[in-house]
């Protein structure tokens, strides 16, 4: 927003919470808006985006906290009291009025100051309705922005959604109003249209210098259009920034993961500028702890293809996938995939090598709830993860199953499946592990690589020696470094997931 | 199993018998006896009914107080059902289900017996045999009152509430939102409503009977007296008539007969 000279902020969320029914729809969120600018909300059905919007339209008050209008408290100001106009999802343009009464719904009751000189020379003012002139010119020349002239006459229902579009924003921007408020107002048109949409919206906004606040949860719009960004997931921000810093620097791994196409690694930092996924050891460019649990993402667009053999990366074309400009071909290295987007073809079954620049490495930290594994499902019915074999409750993964003699699950249904190499994501709560002494009695084994004491308990990272894996866990025993141990879990404690219903 | 096979067509038959019987032949039989007299015992196509009913005083006069009786009755309806309606329909109680059903009660409840109660009520407090007219009105609006709720309360539920929330946000107050825009989209339901009151209103004349002891006589209770009292079919068949006519240029005025895809969205009303 460096073209922006002034910084003042339009609308400063304070704090803000709203609960609705006991669920937290939008929590503890601060942010603000500067003047002017395209700012956009962005996140999934459920974050709170749709919410936040309509607290600063004042549709919904907030549970707790402060909207300031510049500067002014508005939190519990009526709709009809603030300088704000909507552009509903649903376009909401009243059935029983024709085009021309419903863009001049809004001016029929606005009411402005008019100057007046009385007898004695003097000067007062009066605040008094527009004539209807004034409120002709004003909804033609807001027809004519979204390029509807001659509609007027025009019922609601014989007009396409694009045409509905067009009328529910001239509809809103008639009024002047200090901010334009867009609810997801593309989302019923189509792929093309949506495109058009997009830039006229853009040179609107560019034209009328009025600030938007527009909610989406679609990221390419998002980019495409907005000056800034507010990532939201679970009612909290998630990041706030420009598209080119969003998509370059994501906060976390929902943000990489929801903006663009993105390969997210689990990695562990091995060294300075040092990171280990994949069974590799990457320069990069960011500077974490040593032995941190860290989020790797690496842009398809930034793995280069090599010839196997000097590739840092080695794997197998799995998929590939003409996307028009680009191919995107999938690789399996060891067991993660790698997304790859080149302007060159691979045919599936390829060997192929792969190759990162540091700065296409971009790490971030890891909240760091669970073990999270991919796995899978052996003949006996217990589970392989990362070094070991652990026993397991396979019905798990089918709400209402059972084992017969065979070791066939039956699922509620009566269905019989042979779980056997079944791909499955495996997650193990850090208070779930425990450690022994005797290398038989667990599932893995490992040196103890890492012990951070955390105020009542200490930290352990457990890495095998074959591929080096991490098992992290709590636990209030002290041992030492490099205690060589194995990996022990309940088999209640291991929570399974297939892996095809996870996306 | 062949031959057991119905076609869609032939799952029409019962309806189609039942048409025939019950609604087709009495109608042409109401056609026949309005247009015809008897005559030393000769029945003959006369168009005497018709001019007999708008010659006399007596027969229009009951023409008027059967309109007086249901215009009233439907517009204390209207009052009474729509604030009802609107906040039962607009409040975010989430049980409101069941809150109509108590409004919706008294349905259920054995018409005669409903009005029985009401005449005694009347008697206790010293209304029955002094105010008929008064009367007759109480009970009409208390006999059709949820069947003019129901039809308000579906349409103002349906309303979608961003059209009110789009009116707020472009500086429409809450008078402003309701006048403009709440009431105007619910006028489905309204005229819905008054259709359904307003007809019977107009023709229950057990109601008029019981509450205002035989002094206030509307259609209804005429067209009973041509047919049982003065055993005259062909009066009595005329007055039907006409009071269908009536009641078909009340819906045609009011839009009943539109297509109901663009009544329930108010489009009906250009």
Redesign the interface.
């Known amino acids: 927003m460096a073209q922006l000279k002034k910084e003042e902020k339009i609308i400063e969320i304070v704090n803000v919470s709203k609960i609705f029914d006991e669920t937290a729809a939008v929590q503890d969120m601060s942010f603000y808006v500067r003047k002017g600018e395209f700012i956009t909300f962005l996140g999934p059905s459920g974050c709170g985006k749709t919410t936040t919007l309509r607290m600063i339209?004042?549709?919904d008050i907030p549970t707790s906290g402060k909207i300031l209008l510049s500067g002014k408290d508005i939190t519990n100001l009526?709709?009809?009291k603030r300088p704000?106009?909507?552009v509903?999802?649903?376009y909401?343009?009243?059935?029983?009025y024709?085009i021309y009464d419903n863009i001049a719904?809004?001016l029929k009751?606005?009411k402005v100051p008019v100057t007046y000189r009385n007898d004695a020379g003097e000067t007062y003012t009066k605040m008094q309705k527009l004539t209807r002139k004034e409120i002709d010119e004003k909804v033609r020349a807001a027809l004519a922005v979204v390029d509807l002239e001659g509609f007027e006459k025009r019922?609601v229902?014989t007009l396409s959604g694009g045409q509905q579009q067009r009328v529910a924003i001239a509809?809103?921007i008639v009024?002047e109003p200090e901010i334009l408020l867009l609810d997801e107002p593309l989302g019923a048109l189509d792929l093309k249209m949506r495109k058009e949409m997009q830039l006229e919206l853009k040179e609107m906004h560019r034209k009328l210098g009025i600030t938007f606040i527009y909610v989406t949860h679609d990221q390419e719009e998002a980019l495409t259009m907005s000056d800034t960004i507010v990532v939201m997931k679970d009612g909290r921000i998630q990041q706030i920034g420009t598209p080119t810093s969003i998509y370059n620097e994501p906060a976390n791994a929902f943000v990489a993961d929801f903006i663009g196409e993105s390969n997210i690694f689990s990695g562990t930092m091995v060294g300075k500028r040092s990171v280990r996924f994949c069974n590799h050891n990457f320069e990069c460019v960011d500077d974490f702890e040593k032995n941190e649990k860290v989020d790797v993402v690496v842009r398809p667009e930034d793995v280069v293809m090599t010839a196997p053999e000097e590739g840092m990366l080695k794997g197998k074309v799995i998929n590939v996938v003409f996307k028009g400009v680009h191919y995107e071909i999938t690789a399996q290295v060891g067991r993660s995939e790698m997304v790859i987007q080149n302007t060159q073809s691979r045919s599936v079954g390829d060997v192929i090598g792969m190759n990162i620049a540091p700065d296409a490495i971009h790490i971030m930290k890891k909240e760091f709830a669970a073990n999270i594994y991919d796995g899978y499902i052996t003949k006996k019915n217990t589970v392989v993860f990362g070094d070991g074999e652990f026993d397991c409750d396979v019905t798990t993964l089918y709400p209402g199953s059972h084992l017969d003699e065979e070791g066939y699950l039956i699922t509620a249904a009566g269905e019989k499946i042979d779980l056997t190499d079944t791909d499955v994501i495996v997650e193990v709560g850090l208070e779930d592990i425990e450690i022994s002494d005797n290398a038989d009695e667990g599932g893995a084994r490992g040196h103890i690589v890492q012990l951070i004491y955390k105020g009542d308990h200490y930290q352990y990272i457990v890495r095998t020696e074959e591929n080096e894996e991490d098992y992290v866990f709590d636990s209030p025993d002290l041992w030492n470094e490099n205690d060589y141990v194995s990996v022990k879990i309940k088999p209640e404690n291991i929570r399974l997931r297939l892996k095809q219903e996870v996306k | 199993m062949q031959s057991l096979h119905f076609s869609r067509k032939q799952l029409c038959i019962p309806y189609a018998l039942f048409l025939l019987l019950f609604v087709i032949i009495p109608m042409l039989l109401i056609l026949f006896y309005a247009f015809t007299e008897t005559v030393d015992g000769t029945i003959r196509f006369s168009f005497a009914n018709f001019i007999g009913f708008f010659t006399s005083t007596a027969k229009l006069s009951t023409l008027l107080m059967s309109f007086t009786v249901a215009i009233i009755s439907t517009a204390a309806c209207l009052l009474i059902a729509y604030p009802v309606a609107y906040i039962l329909a607009r409040s975010k109680f989430r049980r409101k289900n069941v809150l109509l059903m108590i409004f919706i009660l008294p349905m259920w409840i054995n018409f005669v017996l409903r009005i029985t109660a009401l005449r005694e009520l009347l008697d206790l407090i010293g209304l029955l045999g002094s105010q008929n007219y008064l009367n007759t009105i109480i009970g009409m609006v208390y006999d059709f009152l949820p069947f003019m709720i129901l039809p308000l309360y579906t349409t103002l539920e349906k309303l979608?509430e961003?059209?009110l929330?789009?009116?707020?946000?472009?500086?429409?107050?809450k008078f402003?939102v309701f006048t403009?825009?709440t009431f105007?989209?619910s006028l489905p339901g309204v005229i819905s409503g008054v259709t359904m009151v307003f007809m019977p209103s107009m023709t229950n004349y057990v109601v008029s009977d019981t509450l205002s002891n035989f002094n206030i006589t509307i259609l209804g209770k005429l067209i009973d007296q041509y047919f049982t009292a003065y055993d005259n079919w062909h009066m009595g068949s005329m007055i039907s008539i006409i009071l269908l006519v009536i009641i078909f240029l009340t819906m045609l005025a009011t839009g009943g007969f539109k297509d109901g895809d663009?009544e329930a969205?108010?489009?009906n009303?250009?």
């Not at chain 1, 909401?92 to 029983?96: E, M, N, S, T």
């Not at chain 2, 929330?165 to 107050?173: F, K, N, P, T």
């Open positions: 339209a004042g549709f009526p709709p009809n704000v106009n909507t509903f999802q649903r909401a343009l009243f059935p029983h024709n719904f809004g009751l606005k019922s229902s509809r809103a009024n | 979608d961003s059209y929330e789009a009116a707020a946000d472009l500086g429409g107050s402003t403009k825009v105007p989209l663009r969205r108010g489009a009303l250009w």
